[in-house]
């Protein structure tokens, strides 16, 4: 079922299998994607190296390489094109087993666990950033396997005993530690630290629940084997942070009802009225039934520990609207203090609230104030009014047509604009022109159009 509601989600961008993205963050990935493929398919290489893009550019070292994960393949598979496609369909369907297998570890019935799936896998804030082409963002999709393998991770207490002493189940530490490996994989400044405030919450609410701080175990073992599985791309990846930091300092603002606000509009990736960022940077659009379910999850006391997440992650969305709050003190942490953009933050909000809301239908189940027709027919609904909103805003993603070149096609360097850069590389030569500076865009001469002294037209293997 997750396969199929998957595939229904990314519907809309199939129907030109062969067709790329125009968005400039999906020209990028979809940039970075075909120079990977080629580096294996035809030079049978690693991607080490990438030649193509800004004069030439490390590729496994760049935070924002897609190598060594696990949808890699489909890209080498199908093409650059169809497989950034299939691509989606695997992060949306580990967003809806996932989130229906954590919702099941807090013993949520079935009904309920299927919703909280729907609101989650087919919700607005996903959509919205896959869709712009914030590829680097995949890995939140697998935020809830990480919350459900640190849920089985840390062990349950006996209900007769919920003082016992906490009791780790450290088998569990394996797969949360691959889950934080492949999110690392997926690249990008943002996903991991997100996880790692999403995970540390968590184990903060629980450690006050139980008051032990045994509960941080799974997480500190969780790492080790992340950084084992992970060392091929954590450890080039921080070696090139450390020598090209990025020292940012951005900020915005977000009122409560602005942040729920965010979450009914129907828009896409557009301007928002006063704010310094686009809509795909705020929303994370429920269906409207969700309102009445989150409501009632107030009085559900075993929604007390979720109503604490979500406003753990509001006090980091408001941003400079709550000086010297969460998202001040998340700057003056190492890990954190380059983060921009604090309503990215609103996953938690993503991740919570359809939690909330499955909490909710199951208490008004239980108290027979709730006929399993609308049971149904909520279900439904939510999931009608989500593919709806996903369906339009992946209907007109992927409609750019380029010609790939051929593998014989001779290579050389071009210097051009970042906006014409994807044409570039799709054309076998390799664009010095891009968004950020490039070495060779510091030198004296550039090596760049056809020259006679070589006879072969490929790039030199290994450089």
Known sequence: MWLLLAFAVVAATFKNPEQFAWSY?????QTWMEAGRRSVVWYHQFPLW?????????????PQSLVVTPTFPLVLLFGTALGAKLTLVVYFFCAFDGMFRLARSFDLSLPSSILAAVLFGAGGWLALHFAEGHCTFFGAALFPYAMYFYRRAR?????????????????????????AAWIVGDGGT?????????????????AVKRRSLRVFLPLLAAAVVAFLVGAVRVLPALEFALDHPRHLFETDSNAPWNMIRYAYWWKGIEPVGGKRYWFHEYGWRLPYLTIPLWIW??????????????????????????PYGPWWLLHHLPIFRDLRVPSRYQIMFALGVPLLCAMALDDLRERKLWKPAFTVAVIALCTLDGLAFDWVRFDKTFNLSVPLAAED????QIVGKWNVMMPNVFDNHGAIGCDEEAPLQRALQLDEGPVRRRASSRPERGA
Request: charged content about 10%.
């Open 25 to 29: 963050d999906w020209k990028l990935f």
């Open 50 to 62: 990438n030649p193509w893009t800004c004069g030439g550019q490390v590729y496994l070292a760049n």
């Open 155 to 179: 062990g349950e207490p006996d209900a007769a005993a919920p003082r016992a002493p906490v009791a780790i189940h450290w088998e569990w530490c394996i797969p949360l530690g691959f889950i």
């Open 190 to 206: 943002s996903t991991p630290p997100m996880c790692m405030v999403i995970l540390a919450t968590l184990a903060a609410i629980d």
């Open 297 to 322: 999850a107030l009085r559900v006391e075993k929604a007390r520990p979720i109503w604490i997440f979500v406003l753990v992650g509001a006090g980091i969305v408001a941003g400079s609207f709550w």
């Open 409 to 412: 096609t001779p290579f050389y």
